[in-house]
């Protein structure tokens, strides 16, 4: 008999939820793994999950069919306690031995802190991996995160699905086991329609191949690239491209067991629909591929997956159509009607719609937006005035009924009705067009991954719409709390700070900040003015109308606030491209107003870490630190050359004061690289500085000049970031 064979065990179910199924299979294929190695069954580690739709499975290459030996020690009595005066064994020793198995005089002895005491130490012949299978199986379900479990059957069952059968082989050796009422054998299921009857399996290695004939892509990867191959030759076959969405394309791939591309066709005349409205009812509701032309724009043709190879793929084709139809006319409609609506009618509605309790209607909040991006934009070259306009429309779609039905095209559709609507005609084309694509573009990056907003308008919008909606959750108490964020301040956060960041926008990010907290308190002061006097006005007295809204926090304290919660975010993004958790400590040390030049610093603080000096310096900056720290009363603001007595520091103090003229241009232009590599230089006279000076002598004088000119020194070496982060 070989040591180890393979191993394969198979869940059959009813169709498990699409959402939920990698998971799952991911989740038993860990379980497996995470029994067995437990057990100290060694495996193969190469192994994926392999499922589909109606089953999931562990496949393993290279089990031991054998247990190693199982040590075994057991603690007894101490020896004071085991033996009476004469040597023999007391009753607490002999139930000890008794309860062990063997003599007493077989106990071995061992020492610990409180003494001597016995031990009964065996090895016993490790159990056939085939006898703790069912174990191994049992702890694997019962590990795995059921989404809704459901019961069927007289019984207490309970799994995702239903299940009707299961496969356990181990080599070619059935495994008796059992889960969910149903028994192990070598029997799996073919294709629902194309093979409805069981499937022999001889081994584990047969597997893959036995379903396959039995019309079951089983690996998920190879179900994936079918499905590719097929759509992208139906695309072609059209006269076109596939658009494969990898969501859409996951989703699909948990709905099929052999998948089928069929290309179906729309009427024509949808397309004048906004095409993002089309697309997303292909992919979100049907689970459709759309095609595109050459230059990426979406045609009349789309691609469907169907989980059979039909003998008559018209009429699937027919049913793909039909069920397309509806929900295309339903689009239509939709856009039709809120271009007959206008921008200005829309916009008009949301006087009546509450942002937040206390920061009033998302009418308020557009206006707020408004002011902020006339702020933005002066700085940046963008017209204060269109940026302005364009925040005010904004939110305008929010009232259409085409967001209604697709709330994921909130500023897409925006700038749709903007491109047509007839309040906009005073507009010059160029202006017209740039204040569609900001409507639009203010809501990027949408998600983790997305790109910024491209036009300059569209950044400025982006900045306005995140920076007031983190100073309105701050001022109204809603900040972020462990995994609580109900206005997503977290998401605005890195999305104005990777916009301003991306672009290369020079912003006074503090400025801005207090600009937007002075806004919001403003609009918070009077919404509860005003809720006061309505309750003061239906109750008839001002002192039933109730506990007055705790203050919101002052502008100045506010806008720190929102700095340092930015700051924060800021971490985790150098941290996904890379820069060390130092590095970004020595920069965010400083403050600095700009993001983008915070940006620059961090770039710089890296280049100068891969210098050899690098490490001597930021050592010797942080003693300086701590020198200047401990020093007693106010320290010189100068350096007296007439007072520097010792060689070493009158070589300092010159190397100091000509890196200081060196570095000014560099510092001022924002070119700190070149201004950190200057500063590099100063090691030398640094070092010597340390090796042959004394700071803390008796003479005051002499004392006080010694600390101001290190004092200089830190503040040049600081001028970048605080460098002393970067010693170890």
Known sequence: MTDTAPLLIELGTDELPVAALPGLAQAFLA??????????????????????????????????????????????????????????????????????????????????????????????????????????????????????????????????????????????????????????????????????KPVWIGQPGDYVDAMRAARVLVDPVERRARIVAEVEAAAAAAGGRARIEPGNLAEVECLVEWPKAVACSFDAGFLAVPHEALIATMEANQKFFPVLDADGRLGEHFIGIANIESKDEAEIRKGYERVIRPRFADARFFFVEDMKQGLASMNAGLAGVTYQARLGSVSDKAARVAALARDIARPVGVDPELAARAALLSKADLQSRMVNEFPELQGIAGRYYAMQDASLQDL????????????????????????????????????????????????????????????????????????????????????????????????????????????????????????????????????????????????????DRGVPPQHFAAVAELRPASLRDFDRRVAAIGTFAALPE????????????????????????????????????????????????????????????????????????????????????????????????????SARLGAVAAIEHLSS
């Open 614 to 713: 690098a490490e001597a310096l930021a050592a010797a900056n942080k003693r300086i630190g701590n020198i200047l720290k401990k020093a007693e009363g106010t320290r010189a603001d100068h350096v007296d050359v007439a007072l520097l007595a010792e060689p070493a520091e009158r070589a300092l103090a010159e190397a100091v004061t000509a890196a200081e003229a060196d570095t000014a241009p560099a510092l001022a232009n924002g070119d700190y690289v070149t201004a950190l590599a200057r500063l590099a230089r100063l090691r030398p006279q640094v070092d010597a500085f340390f090796d042959e000076v004394m700071v803390n002598v008796d003479d005051t004088a002499l004392r006080d000049n010694r600390l101001a000119l290190l004092g200089r020194l």
């Open 31 to 196: 379980g497996v793994q995470d029994a067995l190695a437990r057990r100290g069954i060694a495996f193969a580690a190469d192994a994926r999950p392999l499922y589909s739709p109606r089953r999931i499975a562990a496949l393993l290459d290279g089990v031991a069919v054998l247990q190693p030996e199982q040590a075994s020690e057991v603690l007894g009595p101490y020896v004071n306690i085991a033996l009476d005066a004469d040597g023999q064994p007391t009753r607490a020793l002999q139930g000890f031995a008794q309860k062990a198995g063997v003599d007493w005089t077989a106990l071995e002895r061992t020492s610990d802190q409180k003494g001597e005491r016995f031990v009964h130490r065996a090895v016993t012949p490790g159990a056939a991996t085939r006898d703790l299978l069912p174990a191994v199986l049992a702890d694997a379900i019962a590990a795995m995160p059921i989404p809704k479990p459901m019961r069927w059957g007289a019984h207490g069952h309970a799994f995702a699905r239903p299940v009707h059968w299961l496969v356990v082989l181990l080599g070619d050796q059935v495994v008796p086991a059992a889960a969910f009422g149903a028994s192990a054998d070598r029997m799996s299921r073919g294709h629902r329609f194309m093979h409805d």
């Open 428 to 575: 010059a084309h160029d202006d017209r067009l740039a204040l569609a694509h900001a409507i639009d573009e203010a809501w990027q990056p949408r998600h983790a991954g997305d790109a910024i907003a491209p036009s300059p308008a569209g950044r400025v919008l982006a900045i306005a719409e995140r920076l007031d909606t983190l100073a309105g959750g701050f001022a109204a108490g809603q900040k972020p709390t462990g995994n609580k964020d109900p206005f997503a301040l977290r998401r605005a956060a890195l999305g104005l700070a990777r916009t301003v960041i991306e672009s290369g926008l020079e912003l006074d990010l503090p400025a801005l900040a207090a600009i937007a907290a002075r806004h919001v308190v403003a609009g918070i002061a009077a919404v509860d003015a005003a809720q006061l006097a309505a309750r003061a006005d239906a109750g008839g007295d001002a002192a039933k109308a109730g506990k007055p809204a705790a203050p919101p926090p002052a502008p100045e304290v506010l806008a720190t606030e929102l700095y340092d919660f930015i700051l924060d975010r800021l971490r985790g993004y150098y941290t």
